[in-house]
């Protein structure tokens, strides 16, 4: 069963700050890996979106990796602010077939002053 | 360049009732698709509509459909709700011919829906 599983499920850390989130996944073949940031209340919006011949990708503060081999990923977030308070949802896509996408269940992240 | 748009953003439904939701993509997108987001499953894809074509579809019963017109808006019905469709429903929408699979997916507000 395609599985995709996010550590830790929630974390506290102070303003300015650096912190990684983990995303491990069982879904293959693979196609696609996704970011993305959820403010409480509003839709998701997209951070990465890495492929299997990538192993790094940076958007600003943010930071994904990619090991397709042992099926990890990490968000790294630099120099943490209030406003990247969210939940991070992990999203992985197989190739071939129907695209039926596999979430994560989050982590939610507090950033504190 | 105006999101995605949904309406209606909340809304309140009994058991047994239906209920249709809209999703308007940006302009020039015409992959959209639907998911469902509740705290206890988190996150779960409906179905993505590619040029008014259903092109894939997630594991829900068929009492949620959907459909796209030929602006690229979509709709999606759900008929006799249940308690258990209480959910945060969201759509996006995704430029290029591989739409949701590939594409980057821009994500609407959502459309709250309370089942009593």
């Known amino acids: 069963k395609n599985q995709v599983e996010q550590s830790p499920q929630s974390l506290i850390i102070l303003e300015g700050k650096n912190c990684t989130l983990q995303?491990?996944?069982?879904?293959?073949?693979?196609?696609?890996l996704r970011w993305y940031k959820q403010d409480t209340g509003r839709g998701p919006v997209s951070l990465t979106i890495m492929t299997f011949s990538e192993n790094t990708k940076s958007n600003g503060r943010y930071t994904a990796t990619l090991d397709a081999d042992t099926k990890q990923s990490s968000l790294h977030i630099t120099a943490s602010q209030l406003s990247d308070s969210a939940s991070y949802i992990c999203v992985v896509a197989m190739t071939g077939g129907s695209y039926i996408p596999t979430f994560g269940r989050g982590t939610s992240l507090i950033v504190h002053p | 360049k105006a999101g995605v748009t949904q309406t209606p953003r909340y809304l309140i439904k009994t058991r047994g009732q239906q209920v249709t939701l809209s999703c308007s993509p940006i302009?020039?997108?015409?992959?959209v698709s639907w998911y469902q987001q509740t705290p206890g499953q988190g996150l779960q894809f409906l179905f993505e509509?590619?040029?008014?074509?259903?092109?894939n579809k997630g594991n829900f019963p068929g009492r949620f459909s959907g459909r796209q017109f030929s602006n690229s808006r979509s709709e999606m019905n759900v008929s006799t709700l249940e308690l258990g469709d209480s959910a945060l429903y969201l759509c996006?929408?995704?430029?290029?011919?591989?739409?949701?699979?590939?594409?980057?997916?821009?994500f609407g507000e959502g459309s709250r829906l309370t089942v009593l």
């Open positions: 509509y590619f040029s008014e074509t259903q092109r």
């Open positions: 995303c491990n996944y069982t879904v293959s073949p693979f196609s696609n």
């Open positions: 996006a929408s995704s430029s290029g011919g591989t739409g949701a699979r590939t594409g980057e997916l821009f």
């Open positions: 302009s020039g997108h015409r992959s």
